[in-house]
Structure formats: C-alpha cells, structure tokens
T-cell receptor, first 112, second 118 residues
Framework: GQNIDQPTEMTATEGAIVQINCTYQ??????LFWYQQHAGEAPTFLSY????GLEEKGRFSSFLSRSKGYSYLLLKELQMKDSASYLC?????????????FGRGTSLIVHP | GAVVSQHPSWVICKSGTSVKIECRSL??????MFWYRQFPKQSLMLMAT?????????EQGVEKDKFLINHASLTLSTLTVTSAHPEDSSFYIC??????????????FGPGTRLTVL
C-alpha cells in the first residue's frame, strides 16, 4: 500500500502564495491527484500528475518528483474561498488496482 | 461535463432500518464507480468498487451483506445500508470514472450523502 503524508493544517493570508506538500511511499506509482474539499461537501478534482514536473492550471499548480516521492500543490493569489481541505491521492498499480488512496488532507485556512 | 449526483443529500433514519443511496453519472458513462465513507476530520476511506453488470469488490473490513451495492447500468450505482446502526452515521460519497474519453484516469465525486442513524 501507500504511505501518504501531508501537513494537517496550514494558514495563509489572502493574496499570498501557499505550498502544500505531499510525500508518499509506493512500489508501483501510477499517478498522483490533488482534490479540494470544502467542509461537508464532496472533493472536487484539481490536478493529476503522472510525469515529473510542474503542471499549471490558473491559480493552482501541481508539482511531482517521482524519484523523491514528493508532490506539492501551489496556490497563488489566495482568496477566502480557498479555505478548504486539500487531499493528496496516490495510485499504486501493484496488485492490479487502479484505485487511488487518499491522504488525510491538509486543512488550509485563509485569513484577511 | 463530468457531473455526478447523489440522492438523497442527507437522511435521518431509525436504528435497524435500511437506507438506499443513489449515485448517478449525469453526462458520461461509468463502468466503474466507487463508494467512500468519511468520518469528521478523517480522510476518505474506500468501501467498495462497483462494477457495472458484476459484483462489487469490497475493501477489507467492509461487510458486503451490510452494505449492498448494485450497479445495474452504466450511469447508476446504489448503496444500501442494511440494518443501520448509529455507528454507521457518516458522510457517504460516491465517485465515478468515465469509461471513455480523455479523463478515464480521473474520478469525479458526487456531492455526498450525510447519513444519521438515531
């Protein structure tokens, strides 16, 4: 299985930049996902990385280094509505499963 | 595109009764759907993988006779919590993976169903 580690909570100021890290250990890596989840709601898809490098999508970017078992989600120009939990999910195809395993999530609090 | 709906969004039931939750992919077909459970401030825990036209695959520790899953069409999966108990109270979320197209690697989540068992 995977061992996925993310910080439990982070705080940042509106308008600033924040980086949420995710480390993982897996034998058959086949992709890493980032999801945003507001309290009481289902997760919404943000990004998918399977190759090394940076994927930019508007204010959000996601980076992956497979050799280091490391990813980060970068949020720019933070807005109050970005306050949410950010879930890192890793897919390991060892055993033939294509189902990602979710980390505990990082609760981001954006304050004025 | 890629919208998943769940019904009901919340339900309160008495202990010992059964509750059915529906998960629908509205604008795409999904051979595979997933059922998760999430307790407060916890991560998503996969309960089972629902496969259209065949039996669901349950994760270790999940009772298949208690959590009945039916995936009768490419756009609908149902989860029935039988003989519900207060410890079954949780947030149940389904997700669906498109069968075709450019996003077959991505799971799209429904809005979730809040189950409270009294």
């Amino acid at each position: 299985g995977q061992n996925i580690d993310q910080p439990t909570e982070m705080t940042a100021t509106e308008g600033a930049i924040v980086q949420i890290n995710c480390t993982y250990q897996t034998s058959g890596f086949n992709g890493l996902f980032w999801y945003q989840q507001h309290a009481g709601e289902a997760p919404t898809f943000l990004s998918y990385n399977v190759l090394d490098g940076l994927e930019e999508k508007g204010r959000f970017s996601s980076f992956l280094s497979r050799s280091k078992g490391y990813s980060y989600l970068l949020l720019k120009e933070l807005q109050m509505k970005d306050s949410a939990s950010y879930l890192c999910a890793v897919r390991d195809i060892t055993g033939g499963s294509y189902i990602p395993t979710f980390g505990r999530g990082t609760s981001l609090i954006v304050h004025p | 595109g890629a919208v998943v709906s769940q019904h009901p969004s919340w339900v309160i039931c008495k202990s010992g009764t059964s509750v059915k939750i529906e998960c629908r992919s509205l604008d795409f077909q999904a051979t595979t759907m997933f059922w998760y459970r999430q307790f407060p401030k916890q991560s998503l825990m996969l309960m089972a993988t629902s496969n259209e036209g065949s039996k669901a695959t349950y994760e270790q520790g999940v009772e298949k006779d208690k959590f009945l899953i039916n995936h009768a069409s490419l756009t609908l999966s149902t989860l029935t919590v039988t003989s519900a108990h207060p410890e079954d109270s949780s947030f149940y979320i389904c997700s669906a993976r498109p069968s075709r197209g450019a996003h077959t690697d991505t799971q799209y989540f429904g809005p979730g169903t809040r189950l409270t068992v009294l």
